[in-house]
């Protein structure tokens, strides 16, 4: 269950996080200095300028898996990971490193960075998941395939694809995510610390959900079992029931 305090925790380990990727680049660079020729300059590559993502998202944007904290890159849509580097840009997203780091990306820019994660290949690894009653698992099982129509909640499966794996360009996989992290994503909707373009429908069925409902969907995501094809289904292969910017405000059919 995500709650205020651990949103303040995640936000406070970021600040120090940054402090020390920061001193710990001065440091690097410092002792380069000393031991190099003037003109000697790192690579241009594209790895050698990912080096501020993938120092926190894994070489190959694996994430984190065993905590949650950073999330997996590897694999998601180039649209739906230039979308994000946009929304922290903009302020719609929260989240001080993320912002810091991507304040003066280009568009351009940012979508390279995006398309090369969204071509890495690299396995999916468990984490680890809260104790939870039968009932709850059978909550978030139904919410996640079947949605809840008095609250308003489309399935997850109706945008995010038959298989929870995301729909290119623009929506994300859902399955094999750690709990940790879909929790607290769900939280940051409902607490307007994680936003994007009008209409949110994002946020619109955060704010539907309870707390106890959140829990029940981020278990049964983490405990699911991957399909054996994770990519992402075509476009144009599912019809959101839902009006959402993201995909271009147009309205959809149930």
């Known amino acids: 269950m995500i709650t205020t305090a651990r949103q303040a925790v995640h936000v406070f380990h970021g600040v120090a996080l940054l402090a020390a990727v920061a001193l710990g680049f001065a440091t690097t660079f410092a002792a380069q200095a000393a031991d190099q020729p003037p003109n000697d300059m790192p690579p241009d590559t594209l790895q050698q300028r990912i080096a501020a993502c993938t120092a926190c998202h894994g070489t190959h944007g694996e994430g984190t898996p065993d905590t949650g904290f950073f999330p997996r890159l590897a694999g998601k849509p180039a649209g739906y990971l230039a979308r994000q580097m946009q929304d922290f840009k903009q302020g719609l997203r929260k989240y001080p490193p993320m912002e810091y780091t991507v304040r003066y990306l280009s568009a351009q820019y940012m979508q390279e960075i995006a ?131 993201v995909l271009g405000g147009k309205e959809s059919g149930a």
């Open 115 to 245: 398309q090369y994660f969204a071509a890495q290949q690299v396995p999916y690894s468990p984490s680890p998941v809260p104790r939870v009653s039968h009932e709850a698992m059978k909550r978030g099982q139904a919410l996640v395939t079947q949605g809840d129509a008095a609250l308003k909640v489309p399935a997850c499966s109706a945008c995010h694809g038959s298989e929870l794996t995301g729909v290119q360009p623009d929506i994300p996989g859902l399955v094999g995510l750690p709990y940790d992290y879909v929790s607290s994503q769900l939280g940051s909707w409902r607490t307007r610390t994680r936003a994007t373009v009008a209409p949110d429908c994002m946020a619109q069925i955060a704010g539907r959900l309870t707390e106890s409902d959140i829990t029940a969907v981020s278990a049964y995501l983490a405990t699911r079992q991957l399909p054996a094809d994770m990519h992402a289904q075509p476009a144009g292969s599912v019809n959101p029931p839902l009006h959402c910017g």
